[in-house]
């Protein structure tokens, strides 16, 4: 089996995180990839940073040449490899590639088929662009580093400038999360460049696919702007109407507990979200009581989703506090696991990496590099059942294969004429399934494909949210009691652009229509649990009767294997992959404590490999005709987020930068630092930048000889004395990379005229909430561009359409919905909660906890 892009030429330009991850990523999955760099070596790989130890991992599978593009004859070396690449992948600044003659304009009148894939700091022709395209700042540039812990209002009320609705409720600081003090956090996860790592890898994808039914290859553009945009969708949407009923909720303001406990042993664990019953019932003798009573009769279920549930959070959080704190972290994860709660421990990367359970399922992988020796890293993001990948070999010395690749470049000149000529007739006499469907134009590269989802929370649903908004066709399958969930801001991050239809899947008539939307449709998604989908019957065995050419596609919260029948969400895989550890400040044993970030690339990093996945196994489907089984989970994204760190075996970690217990950064060069009004961020990488930073603020040259604190509080005594705004002034003249953190950045989003005319943000009106402001389109593509189509769904709104574009009568259709077998919108009606006192919360039915056994069914 080789992988879905074997044959592929792919040439690996860039530096930092995001390039050389998608770079890797076409490798593992069969590309054969070569990462061109300066003379010396992609200065990357020394500057100090988390990115040093990522490049043993990154630059897995590659080969690597030493190319001056500033001299005429490595210049012309470089073009000539062009002429017979797939992909070229860059992270110029925006301008430079033009300057070298190597943009994509000059590039694709050499090579058509050329896929171009720029990422940069900004975008390219805006305001910002110039502006340097350094994670931690483009962080602090646009308030992400506010977002990570978030608004004592919380995310709605904060876009539309409201206040918090309980002033007065008072929220002991150890409860919740974050470093005991004010202002923005400074996290380990480098969200921007993840964000533009997921959307160059889904770009790519999708113009791969274009290019197979239209011939031509494309520019594909991001940014690390677009990556943290595409984390802070959730928590940055604009809504006119934020009191509809059930819209709002507690769980993204940074005064509501998040279900991090102490156990008795010192370690930490995450319940998310929070189930007192379990705790208290489990907890109440001398012996943790592994399978207490949860059944639905006696189960008051976790806490719902409404903003007042705070109120009963603060009331049950020291209780549960003391229960989790009577025993140890391994009795509760086993305790948990019998009661199929959502609860892991809070574990270091390292301890993730040694996870014998990891390394079996593949997602991660043991190699020996030929520098630290014996090491474990980040395995297969997803898998495909037809055109399985692998990691690559271990990294080569950087210009290990220069005079290979040149080589390479003299038969690229000496047969260009054949292999255009090899070009023109692979047009001329198309694969098989090449040309079976439209892609171009406004349609999207993915225009013609029907997608069915059957996906629950955001995991599922936000993949096919990126398939929508490449084109395809989008019918979401939601159960009669979809509707609580769907009301809550945060479905509406993963469900625009789609078509809703409502069946009960146990009533034979509803299954039935699925089952022959099945037969037409070209790709299906879930991830309720696959034991869950064999029990009804469509699971990928079943279905691939009906539709021998259908793309099924599976995502779960963990590995296959011991835990894959256990419910997974975001935050357990951040628990379980170290995300939590690292961004809490916890790996320097200076107190720090777990943090769940609210940008993270958890359910949405799943989001992205499942679509990635399928549009891969599409490009496949379109050359064989086959299709196949793809899948991917909560803890592959996860893994992705945390590569910039290896271990050995046994869990030993390598010396590598680490955030500091009160989250303000590495270090007194690369941190956050409060000024009279305002926060800064600074990261300095280089001897000038140091030099213009002890300049400007009238500190000796030989200030850097002191110790790291010693040196981070000199600067901090001196950029106290002034404002953040006339600091920056005086930092940016003299080349400091720096940034204000801007707390009003996400609040101007949707007013900006140019990302609204790139599509970056998008609105519409909606029946529900009035008008409602979003994320858009995270990439661009110049051939085959994205399509926004439409507002988040209502469930069951196509109920009626759907079927009678399948040639139901309208009799048929009112006796389904008379009997229950199938919903339309607003239906069926349940009676309205009572809003919950703090004290004495009656038991009720929380909106999370049916979503909880909804997947369990």
Not at 384 to 403: C, E
Not at 792 to 800: A, F, N, S
Request: with cysteine.
């Amino acid at each position: 089996m080789t992988g879905v892009l074997a044959q592929l030429k792919v040439l690996d330009l860039s530096s930092g995180v995001a390039g050389p991850m998608t770079a890797m990523l076409l490798a593992d999955n069969g590309a054969s990839v070569t990462k061109i760099e300066p003379p010396g070596g992609d200065p990357a790989r020394t500057q100090p940073g988390p990115q040093q130890l990522g490049y043993h991992v990154w630059q897995r599978g590659k080969r690597s040449a030493f190319l001056d593009l500033h001299n005429d004859a490595d210049n012309k070396i470089l073009l000539a490899l062009a002429q017979t690449a797939d992909i070229l992948v860059e992270s110029f600044a925006p301008g430079e590639a033009a300057r070298l003659g190597i943009d994509y304009a000059s590039l694709s009148k050499l090579n058509p088929r050329l896929i171009v894939c720029s990422i940069t700091g900004y975008g390219r022709d805006n305001a910002l662009s110039n502006r340097p395209a350094v994670d931690a700042l483009v962080q602090a540039r646009s308030g992400l580093m506010f977002e990570q812990r978030g608004w004592a209002e919380g995310a709605l009320n904060h876009m539309n400038g409201e206040p918090d609705p309980f002033p007065d409720l008072e929220i002991p600081q150890d409860w919740v999360q974050g470093a005991p003090r004010p202002g923005p956090l400074f996290v380990a996860s480098q969200w921007p460049s993840l964000g533009a790592f997921f959307n160059a890898s889904l770009g790519i994808s999708a113009a791969l696919r274009a290019r197979e039914i239209t011939g031509r290859g494309q520019w594909v553009e991001t940014s690390l702007l677009q990556g943290a945009m595409a984390g802070a969708a959730g928590v940055w949407q604009r809504a006119e109407k934020i009191d509809a009923p059930g819209f709002d909720t507690w769980i993204l303001g940074n005064r509501s507990p998040k279900g991090h406990f102490k156990t008795s042993d010192g370690h930490w664990l995450h319940n998310w979200v929070p189930n007192p019953r379990f705790i208290m019932q489990a907890a109440a003798g001398d012996t943790l009581n592994a399978s207490p009573d949860l059944t639905v009769q006696n189960d008051p279920d976790r806490f719902g989703t409404g903003p007042e549930e705070i109120l009963v959070m603060s009331h049950y959080q020291p209780i549960l506090a003391e229960a989790i704190a009577k025993f140890p972290v391994k009795d509760w994860i086993e305790a948990a696991a019998t009661a199929e709660m959502t609860m892991q421990p809070v574990r270091s990367i390292e301890e993730s990496l040694a996870d014998a359970a990891f390394l079996m399922d593949g997602c991660v992988t043991e190699t020996r590099d030929p520098e630290l020796g014996v090491i474990r890293t980040v395995g297969n993001a997803y898998n495909m059942s037809l055109t399985q990948g692998k990691p690559g070999a271990p990294p080569v010395k950087p210009g290990a294969n220069t005079q290979e690749v040149k080589a390479e470049a003299s038969l690229s000149r000496r047969y260009r004429a054949t292999l255009s000529q090899e070009r023109e007739t692979a047009l001329a006499f198309p694969s098989p399934g090449r040309g079976s469907r439209k892609a171009g134009g406004e349609g999207g590269p993915l225009a013609g494909i029907t997608v069915l989802d059957l996906g629950l929370a955001i995991a599922g649903p936000f993949g096919t949210q990126l398939l929508s908004d490449l084109g395809a066709t989008v019918i979401k399958v939601n159960g009669l009691f979809d509707l609580f969930w769907h009301r809550v801001h945060i479905a509406y991050m993963a469900n625009r652009g789609k078509k809703s239809i409502t069946l009960n899947l146990k009533d034979p008539r509803a299954m039935k229509v699925l089952l022959d939307l099945v037969a037409k449709a070209d790709v299906v998604q879930h991830n309720m649990r696959y034991d869950a989908a064999e029990r009804l019957k469509i699971d990928y065995e079943s279905l691939k009767k009906i539709n021998p050419k259908l793309i099924y596609c599976h995502t779960r919260g963990f590995e296959r294997g011991v835990r894959a029948g256990l419910p997974g969400n975001d935050q357990t895989g951040a628990c379980l992959s170290g995300i939590q550890f690292e961004d809490g400040g916890m790996g320097r044993g200076e107190g720090g404590r777990p943090l769940w970030s609210f940008t993270s690339f958890g359910d949405t990093g799943n989001g992205y490999l499942s679509a990635t996945a399928i549009v891969q196994a599409l490009y496949h489907r379109d050359r064989s005709g086959e299709g196949q089984f793809v899948d991917t989970s909560i803890i592959n994204a996860a893994l992705l987020n945390t590569s910039y760190a290896v271990a050995t075996p046994e869990g030993k970690g390598f010396e590598r930068p680490r955030i500091d217990g009160q989250q303000l950064g590495y270090s007194a060069g690369h941190r956050l630092y409060q000024t009279r009004a305002g926060w800064l961020c600074v990261a300095l990488s280089s001897d000038q930048h140091w030099s213009g930073l002890l300049s400007t603020l009238g500190l000796a040259a030989d200030a850097r000889q002191q110790s790291d604190d010693a040196l981070a509080k000199a600067i901090g005594d001196k950029l106290i004395s002034d404002t953040a705004a006339n600091w920056f002034g005086k930092l940016d003249r003299a080349c400091v990379p720096v940034e204000i953190v801007d707390e009003e950045f996400s609040r101007k989003l949707h007013d900006n005229a140019e990302f609204r005319e790139r599509r970056w943000v998008v609105s519409y009106p909606h029946p529900v909430v009035g008008k409602l402001d979003q994320i858009g389109l995270l990439y661009s593509l110049s051939d085959t561009p994205g399509v926004i189509q439409g507002r988040p769904l209502l469930v069951g709104e196509h109920t009626q359409e759907i079927l009678a574009g399948m040639g139901y009568s309208e009799d048929q259709i009112k006796t389904m919905e008379e009997q229950m077998a199938i919903g339309f919108v607003g239906m069926p009606r349940m009676p309205p909660r009572p809003v919950p006192g703090a004290a004495a919360a009656a038991p009720k039915q929380g909106m999370a906890s049916m979503l909880e056994k909804e997947a369990k069914q």
